[in-house]
């Protein structure tokens, strides 16, 4: 699984770069949410945050990417996991980036 997308490294365009999962991360995270009873009472409520990060390998192009080249960089892009989702953990992480308008427009290969 791939991401192909342009981007831009060493002030040059790449227009078929691949962008591959090489890393997840995730936690699991009690988060506050507080809401006002009324005036005087204010309610605090915990919900469970996942919070996930990937490190994407960003190579030149696919056939690059075949044939083991070392990527141009690698990126970090955090996202939050759904663990009730159809999707796994890694596809989330390729939806999550066609998401962020830097990356838009590209296509899974």
Known sequence: ???Q????????EFPEA????????WKSIDDEL????????????YIKVEEAS????IYADEISRKNRVSPLHS????????????FNIIQQAYN?????????GGKDI
């Open 1 to 3: 699984m791939a991401y």
């Open 5 to 12: 997308t342009k981007t831009k490294k060493y002030q040059k």
């Open 18 to 25: 691949c962008f591959v999962v090489a890393n997840i991360s």
């Open 34 to 45: 507080i809401t006002e009873v009324n005036d005087n009472v204010s309610k605090i409520e």
């Open 54 to 57: 990937a490190i994407f390998d």
């Open 75 to 86: 990126v970090k892009i955090p996202f939050t996991y759904n663990k009730e989702s159809e």
């Open 96 to 104: 999550h980036i066609k998401t962020i308008p830097e990356f838009s």
